[in-house]
């Protein structure tokens, strides 16, 4: 090694460890405050979404619910999710892995609209 060499050697290895403490650290962080991944609920009732909209950060899971005494669905606008038709009482989930806004509507009822803001 050359002195200028050894000198990068010896200055890059604290910031390194200092760099993976800040790593280790923060994923312990992210693991205690957010212990289980973030839910939301959106019902189905007399023809509507509710809430319409619904933020929910990165990773948490939707879980529509019908509360009508009708069928319903839950489609992705863009074809990210598709449910079966859902009686009443019965539930579809998905879980958002990606930031975005992911409108849906029911396929039975297309005037049916919502929307899904994962950030
Ligand atoms: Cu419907």
Same mark, same amino acid.
């Given at each position: $090694?050359?002195?200028?060499?050894?000198? *990068?050697?010896? &200055?890059?290895?604290?910031? $390194?460890?200092?760099?993976?403490? &800040? @790593?280790?650290?923060?994923?312990? *962080?992210?693991?205690?405050? /957010?212990?289980? !991944?973030?839910?939301? %609920?959106?019902?189905?009732?007399?023809?509507?979404? #509710?809430?319409?909209?619904?933020?929910?950060?990165?990773?948490?899971?939707?879980?529509?619910?019908?509360?009508?005494?009708?069928?319903? =669905?839950?489609?992705?606008?863009?074809?990210?999710? +598709?449910?079966?038709?859902?009686? =009443?009482? %019965?539930?579809?989930?998905?879980?958002? !892995? +990606?930031? #975005?806004?992911?409108?849906? @509507?029911?396929?039975?009822?297309?005037? $049916?609209?919502?929307?899904?803001?994962? /950030?």
């Amino acid at each position: $090694m050359t002195q200028k060499n050894v000198w *990068v050697a010896v &200055l890059a290895t604290p910031v $390194m460890i200092a760099v993976l403490l &800040l @790593f280790a650290g923060s994923s312990r *962080v992210t693991a205690n405050d /957010q212990p289980s !991944a973030a839910t939301a %609920e959106v019902k189905i009732d007399n023809f509507s979404f #509710g809430p319409q909209t619904v933020t929910v950060p990165v990773g948490a899971t939707v879980t529509w619910i019908n509360r009508d005494d009708i069928p319903h =669905t839950v489609v992705s606008t863009d074809g990210v999710f +598709k449910s079966k038709v859902r009686d =009443t009482d %019965e539930k579809f989930s998905y879980t958002f !892995a +990606k930031a #975005g806004t992911y409108p849906y @509507f029911c396929s039975v009822h297309p005037k $049916m609209t919502g929307k899904v803001v994962v /950030q």
